[in-house]
């Protein structure tokens, strides 16, 4: 499946975002659909997961109570609420898609096969 995300911008501390991901194909029931972010030279991490059938949802410590992740399964759209927005979560941001993944797998980045090409969120103080 393709996955188009965006949303992204440059916004002050303290101020909210919300970045969507569309799918090209309604997803297989068995599929999570996760949220990562690459800051300038760091490595892409794990920001948030919800699984498409039941929708139980995991987050990242750094962006618990902050970030909301949620769906529309009749537009298969993934929604990434990011509010109280800090200068550390300057990052380009991804959505992907994994199948099958156990919960203890949710956060791992090997484990999703489908990938958008990212947008850009700047968070300046």
């Known amino acids: 499946v393709q996955l188009q995300a965006s949303g992204g911008g440059l916004v002050q501390a303290g101020g909210s975002l919300r970045l969507s991901c569309v799918a090209s194909?309604?997803?297989?029931?068995?599929?999570?659909m996760g949220w990562f972010r690459q800051a300038p030279g760091k490595e892409r991490e794990f920001v948030a997961a919800?699984?498409?059938?039941?929708?139980?949802?995991t987050y990242d410590d750094s962006v618990k109570g902050r970030f909301a992740v949620s769906k529309d399964t009749t537009k298969n759209t993934v929604w990434l609420q990011m509010n109280n927005l800090e200068p550390k979560d300057t990052a380009v941001y991804y959505c992907a898609a994994g199948r099958g993944l156990i919960t203890s797998a949710l956060r791992d980045i090997r484990r999703y096969a489908d990938w958008g090409q990212g947008t850009l969120v700047t968070v300046s103080s």
């Open positions: 919800i699984k498409w059938s039941g929708g139980s949802s």
């Open positions: 194909a309604r997803p297989s029931v068995n599929t999570v």
